[in-house]
């Protein structure tokens, strides 16, 4: 051991940086988050007022190494993200103030524009000198949604519904695709990049763009539903429980109104008429809550995927019973399907390298399928 004591601070431990000067450690804790630097010999902090630390915005979670100091990222009690950039050779923070982004930070590059990071919401591109973001307006996106090919990063723009390419060493960025829609009522929650192209998918749709920009394919397979009849139901059963509630409601502000007008003739009256109007406002949300859900169950869809490589496994119907239906990515087309009967939410796995599909169909039987 170096030290003959252990090291004791305020906060909860997080990363650890092995300077030549010293340990750095970096607190992740919103409430005691003070960076320092500790003399390897004699453990004493050298950085801040005193050797306590310098004051960081919010609990940090991870760095970049970045020249002659680190990219730090943090987050507060309120989940807001900051970045920050720490001068381990003067031991001070360089912004005037931390940058501010949406979301976590989950992926970060140095670049010779600046690092370019990905958060759960947004890309863009922070000038470690000053703090700043060389793009104007961040492209809304999520690490799902991002493929790299040399200096290229493809990203699907969640807000604009469209493929941009981002260039990491002159920081350019262009509208690479139209506008692309997924039928179903679905959003794109993958982009994958392909020998021939970006693959955008999601539970049911997928499309195929070219690295011109140019839709190849796009292919929707619908979901199966609950029978006609069971969703008629559904939404009579809605309607009604919508109508409970406005009824309910009504007589709740009535009862309640009467009962604050003859309560000063007839306490007993008044506290039984406002009791009733209570119970009656909670029949109304009761009958409301009841709609929300009747009508959600009525437009429910069941879906199951599974990918491989080259292909996607998706629950589709065909000729009026459901499917698992292999759909090329290269193509879109099918290359075969399961016949699950009426069977809506299939208990399955997929063997990706085999292309083996095992099917639990009762409880008791596994049956294997190769496509």
């Given at each position: ?14 990363p650890?940086?092995f ?11 919103d ?7 500790y ?5 004493e ?25 680190l ?7 309120s ?45 863009n ?5 000053d703090?700043s973001?060389?793009l104007?307006?961040s492209?809304?996106s ?7 090919k ?24 262009k509208m ?25 998918s ?11 920009g ?30 409970i ?45 009841f ?58 796995v ?13 409880g ?8």
């Amino acid at each position: 051991r170096l030290w003959k004591e252990p090291l004791d601070i305020s906060g909860k431990m997080g990363p650890l940086y092995f300077h030549e000067k010293g340990l750095v450690i970096l607190p992740d804790d919103d409430l005691n988050t003070k960076v320092n630097l500790y003399d390897y010999q004699s453990q004493e902090g050298l950085w801040g007022k005193k050797g306590r630390g310098i004051k960081v915005k919010g609990g940090i979670y991870s760095y970049t190494k970045a020249g002659d100091g680190l990219i730090l990222v943090s987050q507060n009690s309120s989940g807001k993200n900051f970045i920050t950039y720490l001068d381990l050779s003067q031991g001070v923070l360089t912004f005037d103030k931390p940058t501010k982004v949406d979301g976590a930070v989950v992926f970060s590059e140095k670049t010779q524009k600046g690092l370019l990071y990905a958060t759960t919401e947004e890309v863009n591109i922070l000038n470690q000198s000053d703090g700043s973001l060389l793009l104007d307006k961040s492209i809304n996106s999520n690490p799902a949604m991002i493929a790299n090919k040399d200096d290229l990063w493809y990203i699907y723009d969640t807000k604009e519904g469209v493929i941009k390419s981002l260039n990491k060493t002159s920081g350019a960025v262009k509208m690479l695709s139209p506008e692309i829609s997924f039928d179903g009522k679905e959003s794109p929650s993958s982009l994958e990049l392909r020998d021939n192209g970006l693959l955008l998918s999601s539970s049911q749709n997928l499309a195929q763009v070219g690295f011109d920009g140019n839709v190849e394919f796009q292919k929707y397979f619908e979901a199966p539903r609950e029978p006609g009849i069971v969703r008629a139901l559904r939404y009579a059963q809605a309607v009604r429980a919508a109508y409970i509630g406005a009824a309910s409601y009504m007589g709740a502000a009535a009862f309640q109104s009467a009962g604050q007008e003859v309560k000063d003739d007839d306490p007993v009256a008044g506290a039984m008429a406002d009791g009733i109007g209570q119970a009656y406002g909670e029949l109304g949300d009761a009958a409301t809550d009841f709609a929300k859900k009747s009508f959600a169950m009525a437009n429910a869809r069941f879906k199951a995927t599974a990918e491989a490589d080259d292909y996607m496994v998706i629950l589709t119907t065909q000729d009026k019973n459901n499917v698992l239906m292999k759909v090329s990515k290269n193509t879109g087309e099918s290359e075969g399907f399961i016949d699950l009967g009426k069977e809506r939410e299939p208990n399955y796995v997929m063997d990706g390298v085999t292309g083996m599909v095992f099917y639990n169909n009762d409880g008791n039987t596994i049956q294997a399928y190769q496509f």
